[in-house]
């Protein structure tokens, strides 16, 4: 699998190779551009010598909060995430062994059971969590059964809605377009 949500090679291959390092980037996928929040794991990953759900869980809290705020800082948050990392990094060790790979691989999952196991996460709620589904089920090649019904619209074929349809310059433009329409859409309807 080659990913292509940043634009920097660097970070796609680290959400690429390192699946604990794309749900860190879906985490982080919050009032920042998706490239920002996808970037952010390899900053960690940069900072840490290397990207490990058990030394971030264990990590000071207030260290970790420094680490995430030197410029360029993790997110627009820095604080804030930080600690959703540290929190999704500790689930990740102790319900999952630290091998995040077996929210989706435990127990042969349906693709319901893969999208409860997100939602129990920190910080992911029911949209991210049908989001990072479609990512996974689109560009990731984990398609329990099921998949795209428990994604809902993001695991629609050639949807342009989320990270999960990004897969290059042009995809990341008609899904910012998708989002913007999304939002005008919704501003008009309030009136």
Same mark, same amino acid.
């Given at each position: 699998m080659?990913?292509?949500?940043?634009?920097?090679?660097?970070?796609?291959?680290?959400?690429? $190779? !390192?699946?604990?390092a794309?749900?860190?980037?879906?985490l982080?996928?919050q /009032?920042v551009t998706? @490239?920002?929040?996808?970037?952010?794991?390899?900053?960690?990953?940069?900072?840490m010598?290397?990207?490990?759900?058990?030394?971030?869980?264990?990590?000071?809290?207030? $260290?970790?909060?420094?680490?995430?705020?030197?410029?360029p800082?993790?997110h627009?948050?820095?604080?804030?995430?930080?600690?959703?990392?540290?929190?999704?990094?500790a @689930?990740?060790?102790?319900?999952?062994g630290g !091998?995040?790979t077996?929210?989706?691989t435990?127990?042969?999952?349906?693709g319901a059971?893969v999208?409860?196991?997100?939602?129990?996460?920190?910080?992911?709620g029911? /949209?991210?969590a049908?989001?990072f589904?479609a990512?996974?089920?689109k560009?990731?090649?984990?398609?329990?059964?099921?998949?795209?019904?428990a994604?809902?619209?993001?695991?629609?074929?050639?949807?342009?809605?989320?990270?999960?349809?990004?897969?290059d310059p /042009?995809?990341l433009?008609?899904?910012?377009?998708?989002?913007?329409?999304?939002?005008a859409?919704?501003?008009?309807?309030r009136?």
């Open positions: 080659t990913l292509w949500l940043t634009g920097d090679p660097s970070a796609d291959r680290l959400l690429s $190779e !390192d699946p604990f794309l749900l860190v980037g879906m982080l996928d /009032q998706m @490239e920002s929040a996808f970037a952010g794991p390899s900053k960690i990953a940069d900072r010598g290397g990207l490990d759900p058990g030394r971030i869980a264990a990590a000071d809290p207030d $260290e970790f909060v420094a680490l995430c705020s030197t410029p800082a993790v627009r948050y820095p604080g804030s995430m930080a600690g959703r990392i540290q929190a999704v990094a @689930e990740v060790v102790g319900t999952y !091998d995040v077996r929210l989706w435990d127990g042969v999952p349906d059971t999208l409860r196991r997100l939602k129990a996460l920190p910080g992911f029911d /949209q991210k049908r989001i589904l990512l996974l089920g560009q990731a090649g984990v398609t329990p059964d099921g998949w795209r019904e994604a809902g619209a993001y695991g629609d074929v050639d949807a342009r809605r989320s990270i999960a349809d990004v897969t /042009q995809s433009a008609e899904v910012r377009a998708t989002k913007q329409a999304a939002k859409a919704a501003k008009a309807a009136g």
